[in-house]
Structure formats: C-alpha cells, structure tokens
C-alpha cells in the first residue's frame, strides 16, 4: 500500500533543513537533481559501516552480504520499472549518458550500417544526441530529428515519412526544459510497426510518473539514480535479455569476462559483460532504497502531487505577471510534468536565477543540455523550476516572490 | 549594501539597459567570436585597429547583465587606446577578477589605484565575490584577448 503526504516526504529529507542566504531553502532543481531521503543517506551508510567489501569474488560472509546487495537492486530495479525478463536486462551504468553511450557505441555499432538511420526529435537532452553524432563519425548514419510543434509537443505529422530506414527511435518520455510527456507507449507501436527498436530516455519520468515496461512495450530504457531521490554515479541501461545478449562489450577490464587468455579474452554473458570493474555498490544499494521509497510513495501519487503543484504554479505565474513572465512548455492542463521553464522579457535568466538565490531559492538558468530544442523556440537559456516530492506550494510561493523582486529589480 | 546591490551596481545595470558600441564593423575590421557553453552566452567583439590603435570597436551578441555590461565597458574602456594600453587595461581586469571581492583591502593604497585606474571597469569588481558569475563578466574580455592575438 502507498502512503503519500508531501510534508512527509519533505521532513525525510535532511538538505532540506538548510538555511540559505537567511531564508529556508526552497530547493525547486530536482530536474537537474533530486534530494535524498534519510532512507536512501542510511542505506549507503550501513552497507559502508558494516558490509563493504568487493562484489562476486570473495566467499566470506561480507563479500556475500556485497554480492547480495548489489544483486538485489538490480532485481528491485526490474520489479519498479516491471521489466520483462527482470533483473536480466538491467545493466548498471556511470549514469544515463553512459547508458546511451553503451546504447550507440555496443548495440548501435553492432547493429547500424551505412545508410541506417536513427530518429530523434528536437526536444532531447545531448545526452540522446552526441553519441549518435559521434557513431556517425564510423557508420555513415542518418540522425533525424522529429520536430517539435508550436504547443510544445511532438509534431507527427510527418512520422511515417521520417520512419523510413529507421532502425531505432530513441526519445525522451518527459522534456527537461518543456515538461511535455510524450506519448511513449503509441509511439513505440508505431516504431515498431516500421521494424524499428524503440529507445527511452526516462531520465526525467522515471522518478515522477508509473513506468511498467511491459506495458510500454519498449525495447531499451535508460535513467540516472539521482534524478530518482538516489545517490549520483548510478544509471541503468535496460533492455530485453535477448537483445542485450546481442550486443557486443563496451567498456573492457575485470568483471565482464568469461575467459583471458595470452592470445585474447572471451567476454561474459548477460548483464555481467556490461560491468567492467569494481562496479558501484554502495550507490545501488542507495538506488535501492530509492525505489523502495518511492515505491511506498506510489508513481501515481507522485504524478499527482506534481500535477497539482504545476497546475496551480502556471496558473499563478500567468495570473501574477499578466505575460511577462513567459512559460516555455505546454499549458497547465495538458499531462505535463512537473518541470516549468520561464522567460522574462529583459531579465536574463542567470540574473533571475542570482536573485532567486539571494532568497535561498534554487532554480536552474542555462540551456539544459538541450541546445537543438532552445534553438528551435530562439532561445540562448530558461530558467527553470521543478518540483519534487518533497515539494510543497509554499516553494511556489517563494518562487513567486523571488520571480517579481527579479521584475522589480531590472526593471 | 545587500549582496545583490554589490553585484549589480547602478552601473552595470544602465550599460546592460543601454550597451555602448553595439553593432558590426565591415571588414578590414577583425571579428572574433566568444561562447560560454555552460550557459549559452555569446558575443562578437569587432575592432578596426588602426597604427597601433583601436580606431574602432563594436560587439553583439546576447547574454546576461553582468556579461552585456563588461561587455560595454570593455568597449568604451578600450576605444582610442593603444595596444599597449589595451593590454594593460586587459591584465589589471583579469587580476581584478581573481582577486577575492571580500578579501581586497581597500585601504591599501596599491589596490585603491588599481580599483581607481579602471575607473568605470572597478564597478565589476563586485563580481569576484560570485565565482560562478565571473565567467560571465571576463566573456568579452576573452574573446578581446583572442582578436588581439589574430590582430
């Protein structure tokens, strides 16, 4: 059973008691990073004080207890995203660009010839978008990009077209910057009725909306822990288990092998030829206790406490500043998520963002890693807000009063 | 003075409001191009040096207040000068830049006449404080530093 009050959540987490500038701090970042729970902060601290040791080498009790514990996140990952095959197609990575990094430069290397072609759209984060870029430096690929229509939201008007010769669709499930949610699941049926393998970027939906893989019916999925109130240098690379069986090694050492020999290597089977090297055990346990706590949450009452903060903060900014504080992203009444990008006609957004701080409110200024799609609206940078959990309106509120001292302040 | 009245002095904010030297120069003029990929600022500076002089200077581009107005000074500060000034003026902002805001004694004398020597340009000091924000502020300055270099 979940159990969802946000002041709840907001009392599990220790940054949140800061003082910043003299004012509580009013963390509105969690797109960029999301705060910790005690839970995920005790677990890691427990498996440091008392379990420690290398995973799947030692036979002595703590070794086992590592082994066990690494193990079992893999397995609590599978079960949060209900991954078909379970823990089998769960490769833990550096982070999410890592993840696409063994998405372009193993499964694409492998599978993608001259005059493939790869489909994006306009609004992904570079992480989606350099790899496959630096893949065609090799194979002579086509990227194309879906563009994004005047309401923020995919435009498909073109979609079979720009399917042809496509072998994987790789996309966003919620923009960084728009907040849109794209409709993942009819996509990927489309994808796939023109033979494609469909990609997720799910960065910033996995720790805000319900994900089910076998509901979405999609063949990889790629996230960071952080961006789900777990530790940084933990992301997850999932696919099918026969797909990941298919791909060649990526990164070469300790722990992804079979057999070495003085002539050559055999490198291991499933998931273990992925991990090269002493793999980061500590964070999965923190990712974890992440899910469980998210779980006891429940993605749905996430979604919802998002969907209310986001509703009731558009509606105020459009009502407070009468337009002159313009929202980059859809309407509060579309399903978007709870990510809210503004433009302020001449206020910059890194001035917005230095005002916002003297009141110890945390916002992001800058491009977001997503330059095709600023380009695309004829912006340099937004500053943007999101929410998490632990989000309350009084953030709002703060937000609110910082965004009219900015207005105030530059005229 | 609040924190944010020291970053953003009266100063800044009118040559933000109203830039000196906006626009291009037609070659011969040199044209140099300046990014700062974290935050998407970019700014060209243009300058038409004639007989060891900068006859001319002129700079687009788009960024926050605090890159448009060292931006602006930059130009007003340097336009006339010769190179050899130019650079000196360049290497006293730099070292104004790193130099702690909070930490300068302004009752030092030497530190008074470096503030006063920059006239207008000290008004960025106020920077420093910011790390983060002194990127933004030595943007034009850089992207100066390298023209001169290609001059």
Redesign the interface.
């Known amino acids: 059973m979940s159990y969802f009050n946000a002041v709840r959540v907001r009392a599990d987490v220790p940054a949140l008691t800061r003082v910043i500038n003299g004012h509580p701090i009013t963390y509105l970042d969690s797109g960029a990073s999301s705060l910790p729970p005690r839970a995920v902060i005790e677990a890691m601290d427990e498996y440091y004080r008392l379990r420690h040791a290398n995973v799947h080498r030692g036979v002595y009790q703590t070794a086992n207890e590592a082994t066990d514990a690494y193990e079992g996140a893999r397995s609590a990952v599978a079960g949060f995203l209900n991954a078909p095959g379970g823990g089998e197609g769960v490769v833990f990575t550096k982070n999410c660009t890592e993840a696409f990094n063994l998405l372009a430069k193993s499964w694409g290397a492998a599978n993608l010839r001259d005059g493939d072609a790869v489909l994006l759209t306009e609004m992904e984060h570079h992480a989606n978008i350099v790899p496959w870029f630096q893949l065609r430096e090799h194979i002579n690929i086509d990227v194309r990009f879906i563009p994004v229509n005047d309401d923020f939201e995919l435009d498909l008007t073109n979609f079979d077209e720009l399917m042809k010769g496509v072998k994987l669709l790789s996309l966003t499930a919620m923009s960084n910057v728009l907040g849109t949610i794209n409709p993942i699941k009819e996509l990927a049926a489309r994808g796939h009725q023109h033979g494609a393998l469909v990609a997720v970027d799910a960065a910033q939906s996995v720790g805000h909306l319900p994900t089910d893989l076998q509901d979405l019916d999609v063949d990889f999925m790629l996230f960071s822990g952080h961006k789900m109130l777990g530790p940084t240098g933990i992301g997850v690379f999932w696919t099918r288990p026969e797909i990941l069986n298919g791909m060649p090694p990526f990164l070469g050492g300790g722990g992804m092998i079979a057999d070495v020999r003085t002539d050559g290597y055999t490198p291991a089977t499933g998931f273990t030829r992925f991990e090269a090297g002493t793999p980061m055990i500590a964070e999965a346990v923190g990712l974890h206790a992440a899910v469980r706590y998210l779980e006891g949450l429940g993605m749905a009452n996430v979604h919802q406490h998002d969907r209310e903060l986001t509703i009731d903060a558009i509606s105020r900014i459009n009502h407070q500043f009468n337009g002159r504080v313009k929202i980059i992203g859809p309407t509060a009444h579309a399903n978007r998520g709870g990510v809210i990008s503004i433009d302020i006609d001449g206020v910059h957004p890194h001035d917005i963002a230095q005002v916002l701080d003297e009141s110890g409110v945390c916002v992001r200024p800058g491009h977001h890693c997503a330059k095709p799609l600023m380009k695309r609206f004829g912006l340099a940078a937004t500053a943007r807000a999101s929410f998490g959990p632990y989000s309350l309106v009084e953030d709002t509120d703060a937000l609110l009063e910082g965004l009219q001292r900015a207005i105030t302040f530059f005229g | 003075m ?3 009245e020291e ?2 002095k009266e100063i800044i ?1 009118d040559h ?2 109203t830039p000196r030297n906006r626009g291009e120069l037609p070659p011969p003029a040199s044209k140099t191009e300046g990014f700062n990929p ?5 700014l060209t500076v243009y300058l038409d040096v004639k007989d060891g002089v900068v006859a001319d200077i002129k700079i687009t581009g ?5 890159s ?1 107005a060292s931006s602006s000074l930059m130009s007003v500060a340097i336009k006339g000068k010769t190179l050899d000034e130019v650079r000196e003026v360049l290497s006293k902002f730099k070292n104004m830049m790193t130099l702690e805001g909070d930490v300068v004694d302004l009752n030092d004398p030497a530190n008074r006449d470096v503030l006063r020597s920059l006239g207008e340009l000290a008004a960025l000091q106020g920077v420093a404080k ?1 790390p983060v ?1 002194i990127k ?1 502020a030595t943007l034009a300055w850089n992207t100066l530093s390298q023209g001169l270099e290609e001059n």
């Open positions: 609040s924190n944010l970053l953003y904010l933000y409001r974290l935050c998407g600022d970019e788009h960024g926050c207040s605090i448009q910011f924000r933004c």
